[in-house]
């Protein structure tokens, strides 16, 4: 049962990855940023967290999920700050252990629901600010996408994924639910993207990620409340209800904005 379900969300995240990177290359790296920030990866680790360990355990790691959102945008950020031409290995590296000793910082804490959506909605303000001065790019050549390519692409988003939530549930609730934060979709993404084209547009999708997890702050925090509540099957739907509330008053805040479509392209 567990491999089976395992199988199902990495095939799953893996079709997400490479559904982004063609966004990336054929749309552009902003809207990919914003994507990513989604709630595209948790409610997929979260739903099978629930399955496997039951609605109590999954509720207390959404509350971890939340302030799990730090050590996320925590590794976006060394990223930036290490990436530069196409050496992936350099910034990949000090960007996962930047993750793990921000997760070790953040379990330390005795979080309930309030104080984890405090902290994730202050994270969220403060990487937007850090994140400002990077200048939105576009890829202009972009490399022709052969199928060894995509198998390979599939192979590093596979590794990543797998490793991660393959030891997420090795843990109580809290631990699961900061490594449930860890970005198993933009982090395979942004590596592919660098790999490929270099830094400048790895740099556009983190400048715009933390956008989108406005989205993913929200279902975070109703499945804390849902799971126990309504069950795994109508909590998850009740989550990307509210989701899909906040994401139409996300667009209609940003349609009053001229051009607001064409802004997303570039």
Same mark, same amino acid.
């Given at each position: 049962m567990l491999y089976s379900l395992?199988? +199902?969300?990495?095939?799953?995240? +893996? $079709?997400?990855?490479?559904?982004?990177? /063609? +966004?990336? %290359?054929r749309a552009s790296p902003k809207l990919a940023g914003l994507l990513a920030g989604l709630p595209i990866a948790t409610p997929i680790i979260l739903f099978f967290i629930g399955l496997e #360990? $039951?609605?109590?355990?999954?509720?207390?790691?959404? /509350?971890? #999920?939340?302030?799990?959102?730090?050590?996320?945008q925590f590794l976006l950020f060394v990223y930036y700050k290490a990436s530069s031409g196409k050496n992936i290995l350099?910034?990949? /590296?000090?960007?996962? +252990?930047g993750y793990f000793l921000a997760v070790c910082l953040l379990q330390l804490l005795a979080l309930d629901q309030l104080a984890a959506v405090l902290l994730a909605i202050l994270s969220i303000a403060l990487f937007t600010y850090l994140f400002r %001065?990077? %200048? #939105?790019?576009?890829i202009k050549a972009r490399v022709t996408t052969g199928l060894a390519m995509l198998l390979g692409r599939a192979l590093a988003a596979a590794v990543i994924i797998l490793a991660v939530t393959?030891?997420?549930?090795?843990?109580?609730?809290?631990?699961?639910g900061l490594f449930s934060a860890f970005p198993t979709t933009v982090f395979p993404l942004i590596l592919i993207v660098h790999y490929t084209y270099g830094a400048k547009p790895v740099h556009t999708i983190i400048k715009n990620f933390p956008t989108g997890l406005a989205a993913t702050l929200v279902y975070s925090f109703i499945v804390s409340f849902a799971y126990p509540a309504f069950g795994i099957y109508w909590g998850t739907v009740a989550a990307y209800a509210a989701v899909f509330v906040v994401c139409v008053m996300i667009y209609l805040l940003h349609a009053r904005k001229q051009g607001f479509m064409t802004g997303l392209m570039n």
């Open positions: 395992l199988a +199902i969300q990495s095939l799953v995240a +893996i $079709g997400l990855v490479l559904g982004l990177s /063609v +966004i990336t %290359e #360990n $039951g609605t109590s355990f999954a509720s207390d790691a959404a /509350v971890y #999920n939340l302030a799990g959102l730090f050590a996320m350099l910034p990949a /590296v000090l960007s996962v +252990i %001065e990077i %200048e #939105n790019s576009r393959g030891t997420a549930t090795l843990a109580g609730p809290e631990w699961t």
